[in-house]
């Protein structure tokens, strides 16, 4: 009989225990032709790829980046990069800071960057020259976005949005802002969706649009107050057509319309209200077969959440740290550069692509663990004389070299007879050498136990998609 184990993350919030963990899968829906047999299946998160690292050393975040077309601008530290497509990179100048936020827009021939301090700075795209806005009038910007000819810039500490002169962002007057007066909060951050400005507010958030108006065009759309604000600055993402943000209530929204609809379960809002810090929540995007997804990452916690907003799971992301742990994932900041989607790493500088059938973080090996459901029957104890899990086989590296990582690919299985306190010694069993199609993945004779969970690791170098898992079970009525 299947037993339920394929599906998303879950939280045990009782004992804070992560029962049915998906760390480094994510559930995907099957075809209509393979509805009948496997609905959802879990599937490897993709691999990094370097593309582009400048200096070969660590203590060097990605702190941003803005492609257009086959261009891509990065500031990594206090530098500024302009790269290509091809991985071909060339420094271009300095910022003030080295850490922190930075914001960064296009109004198609320029780009401008701001962290946060009293410089702003615009990068020519025809040159890749790149100066500091010298207009007096420039506000002390901590977040940027573009809509209609106009630079948006949100002033730090108060609730005034300022514009540029029309395309261009080295003009600024004093007397082109606005206010979000709709709560007495200070602006957080601002986005452009379509033909609406959004403001998000430390406890509320309003949608402006262009009127218009000659004195100033962007005003609030009526009805668009929002009583739900923003918990951190870099958490904000457009994704095809929505808005999706961390609120102020430490749970993940989504916009529907002009109101807000929270995604994140009780357990991961449990999982949040843990973490000490949660005001430097980094939000992403990237779309890999067929799914987009909401990248969410509490550098502070060492934790990244991923929301499937087509299927609407959720699952964690993990990179390879030191010493055998694992932590937050390696991005800091993604965008799509041509045909990929690139993330930048939080230290070493490093650009890589995401890749789906490269099956290790830049050489790091990645870890995939899934751990299911409680397994029992109406109190009684189980005897599990079989488990087999049903997964794709054969994928073993196609080489003669037997020591090498993914030749003989491994699968742990290891369970909890105590609701995942504490787990079994490691089961181990090969599922296929290169071509060994038709390997069977079966363990017998497990014993048996009232309240069993069973996980599987898998840390081998090669693709891993889980269908199912399958158990002879038998209850012990004595």
Request: net charge negative; with cysteine.
């Amino acid at each position: 009989m299947q037993i339920p184990f394929v599906g998303g993350a879950y939280l045990n919030r009782s004992s804070n225990l992560n029962i049915q963990n998906c760390i480094n899968l994510f559930p995907v829906i099957g075809s209509a032709a393979e509805q009948a047999k496997v609905p959802v299946s879990l599937r490897g998160t993709p691999g990094l790829t370097s593309i582009y690292r400048p200096i070969a050393t660590t203590g060097l975040p990605v702190r941003a980046m803005y492609s257009i077309g086959t261009k891509l601008y990065a500031v990594i530290k206090e530098k500024v990069y302009s790269l290509t497509s091809a991985g071909v990179g060339a420094y271009i100048g300095d910022i003030s800071t080295s850490t922190g936020y930075v914001s960064m827009e296009s109004n198609g021939t320029q780009v401008i960057l701001v962290d946060g301090t009293s410089y702003g700075y615009i990068i020519t795209i025809a040159t890749d020259v790149m100066t500091v806005i010298t207009d007096s009038d420039f506000p002390t910007a901590t977040s940027v976005t573009f809509q209609d000819g106009y630079f948006i810039v949100v002033k730090k500490g108060t609730q005034s949005i300022y514009i540029s002169g029309l395309y261009d962002g080295n003009t600024w007057n004093a007397l082109d802002f606005a206010a979000a007066e709709g709560r007495p909060d200070n602006l957080v951050a601002a986005l452009s969706n379509t033909t609406d400005l959004w403001l998000f507010g430390e406890t509320s958030t309003e949608v402006f649009y262009n009127s218009g108006n000659s004195d100033f065009p962007f005003v609030r759309v009526g009805g668009a107050l929002i009583d739900v604000g923003c918990a951190a600055i870099a958490s904000p993402v457009k994704i095809d057509g929505r808005m999706y943000w961390l609120s102020n209530t430490g749970r993940v929204c989504r916009a529907i319309g002009y109101q807000q609809q929270y995604i994140s379960t009780e357990s991961i809002d449990y999982a949040i209200a843990s973490y000490s810090v949660t005001s430097d929540a980094i939000g992403s995007t990237y779309t890999i077969d067929n799914s987009t997804f909401y990248v969410l990452t509490f550098p502070t916690a060492g934790k990244t959440w991923v929301y499937d907003t087509v299927y609407e799971f959720w699952h964690e992301w993990s990179s390879y740290i030191t010493s055998n742990t694992y932590g937050r994932h390696r991005i800091n900041c993604c965008v799509r550069l041509g045909v990929n989607w690139v993330i930048g790493d939080y230290d070493n500088g490093t650009i890589y692509k995401l890749d789906m059938t490269c099956f290790t973080d830049n050489t790091y090996l990645i870890k995939r663990q899934r751990t299911g459901q409680v397994i029992n029957k109406d109190m009684n104890r189980v005897i599990c004389h079989a488990l087999e899990v049903d997964m794709e086989k054969g994928v073993g590296i196609n080489t003669i070299v037997i020591t090498d990582p993914g030749y003989d690919p491994q699968v742990i299985l290891t369970w909890s007879d105590d609701s995942g306190h504490t787990w079994s010694t490691a089961h181990t069993k090969s599922f296929g050498k290169y071509q060994d199609y038709k390997k069977s993945v079966i363990w017998r004779s497990l014993g048996q136990a009232r309240n069993r969970v069973y996980r599987l690791t898998i840390t081998e170098p090669v693709k891993v998609e889980i269908f199912g898992l399958y158990a002879e079970l038998e209850e012990c009525l004595s």
